[in-house]
């Protein structure tokens, strides 16, 4: 089991940015991907980005270009920094991690995005 502990949420403007941090400890080793997703109100959840062992990163249409994914392995911790962002990214922020054996969830970061 991994566990995640997201910290950086919090309430900004349009085009503003914010950093998340994912502080990951545990079974880190055995994690074969590490990721964000998010879930606005009333809304599934869903992927926002995602980076798998072999380095490669995927992002949601929606964030590409705004977003970056990033992670510090002798820290343990993986960041989303985002910017330009829109009301729509309003959402909890969950950091996840994936092993053969489990999913493994954060309690979530609020942002809000709001003039």
């Known amino acids: 089991q991994v566990n995640l502990v997201e910290s950086g949420g919090g309430s900004v403007q349009p085009g503003d940015s914010l950093t998340l941090s994912c502080a990951a400890s545990?079974?880190?080793?055995?994690?074969?991907?590490m990721g964000w997703y998010r879930q606005a109100p009333g809304q599934p959840r869903e992927l926002v980005a995602i980076q798998r062992n072999g380095g490669s990163i995927d992002y949601a249409e929606s964030v590409k270009g705004r977003f970056t994914l990033s992670r510090d392995y002798s820290k343990n911790t993986l960041y989303l920094q985002m910017n330009s962002l829109k009301p729509e990214d309003t959402a909890v922020y969950y950091c996840?991690?994936?092993?053969?054996?489990?999913?493994?969830w954060g309690q979530g970061t609020a942002v809000t995005v709001s003039s």
């Open positions: 996840c991690a994936f092993s053969s054996s489990s999913s493994d």
């Open positions: 545990g079974r880190v080793f055995a994690v074969a991907a």
